[in-house]
Structures are given as C-alpha cells and as structure tokens.
C-alpha cells in the first residue's frame, strides 16, 4: 500500500504528460509547472473544506453521539415488536436516522450489525435481508449528511458550476432526491418480498429456508 501513491502518479501524469506535449498544450517545463500549480489551487477550497469538515467529525465522534442514537435505534425497534413489512421500514427509518450522525458505514454496520441481525433472525429474517434494508437506508441519505467522508470533495465539485454551492444548499437540492431513493428502493425491496425471491445466489429472504 505504501508504493500505492507514487503508483498512481505516474500512472495519472505520464499520459497527461504525453497527452500536453502531443497536443501541444505543453512547449517547456515551465508550462507543466504552471497546469501543476493551476490544478493544486483548484484544490484549495477542498483542502479548507475538509480541515473544517475533519474537526466536525471529531468533535461528534469524542462525544459519542453517533453510538448514543445507534442504541436507541435499535433499542427502540426492539420494544417495537414489528414484524414483517413494518419492521423493515421501521428499520430503513431508523438507520437513515442513525445514518445523519455516523459518517463511517463500515463503524456504523459493526455498531448495528450486532443488534440488528439476531433480532432480524428471530423474526424470521436471513441476515442478508437485513444488510439489504441496511444498505438502501445507508445509500439514500449519505448525500445529506456532512459527515459523509467525501463531502468536501463533492462541494469542491459542485462549486465548478455554481460558485455559490455550500453546505446548506447542497443538502436542500438533494434532500428531495434522497427522499425519493429511500422511497423508491423501500417499494422495491418490499416487491421483492412478496414475489418470494432471493436476494442472490444462495441468499433468501427468510431465515428459515
């Protein structure tokens, strides 16, 4: 891993390189200097963004508020008592909730997992089916909230083509598309239920199968 970077580099810069001299958009090295200098400045608002986005998620991550509402969550589904149907949007609901405040899927699911599937496996549910509604409710709602890892660089790329583009305006102008995911993927996993099929080779539904 640690010959990963210079690997990268080169990979990325000697066909740009050859690219520019080919096209002859690159004359001298004084020319590769300046697009090198051009590219690093296009990172500066990236750079800022996540030094502010990096003391955010530390902040929350020293309080502890992300394992707070995990448990609760899960806490919650399990006095709920739901079953089949309302169980698995009540489990969509409560991890798109959870999903606001834990940035770091792979913590997340090592939080819930735990919990989630023994209770999933008792209903009758196989843990597959309960990484599927994981993953519809982790998917849908990354895109809103600020403790998504690339944040950052997805405003340093929005802000390409609106220079007014921030955190806030991000989040309203996806807000209605990360509605529309949960709902739709809900629809469907829900469909796929009903017809009875597997969620891949060797992966059913039900438990009990």
């Given amino acids: 891993m ?15 390189l050859v690219y520019g001299i080919v096209t002859k958009a690159i004359k001298s090295d004084k020319d590769v200097a300046n697009q090198l200098s051009d590219t690093m400045a296009a990172m500066g608002m990236f750079i800022v963004l996540a030094f502010t986005a990096g003391q955010f998620v530390a902040y929350f991550n020293e309080s502890n508020m992300g394992l707070v509402l995990g448990v609760l969550g899960a806490e919650f589904l399990e006095a709920a008592n739901f079953t089949g149907v309302p169980l698995i949007v009540a489990f969509i609901f409560v991890v798109g909730v959870i999903n606001l405040f834990v ?12 919990v989630f599937v023994p209770i999933m496996m008792q209903l009758g549910y196989s843990p597959e089916m309960a990484q599927m509604a994981y993953r519809i409710s982790d998917s849908a709602t990354n895109i809103i909230t600020p403790l998504l890892p690339y944040f950052a660089i997805i405003i340093a790329f929005a802000q390409r083509y609106s220079k007014n ?20 993927w809900t629809i469907m996993l829900i469909g796929w239920m009903f017809l009875g099929l597997e969620l891949g080779p060797g992966s059913p539904i039900l438990y009990n199968e």
């Fill in 2 to 16: 640690d010959s990963l970077v210079p690997i990268i580099l080169i990979l990325f810069f000697v066909p740009g």
């Fill in 165 to 184: 583009m921030g955190i806030g305006t991000l989040i309203s102008v996806m807000f209605p598309y990360s509605i529309a995911f949960m709902i739709v």
């Fill in 103 to 114: 940035g770091s899927a792979t913590a997340k699911w090592a939080m819930l997992a735990p």
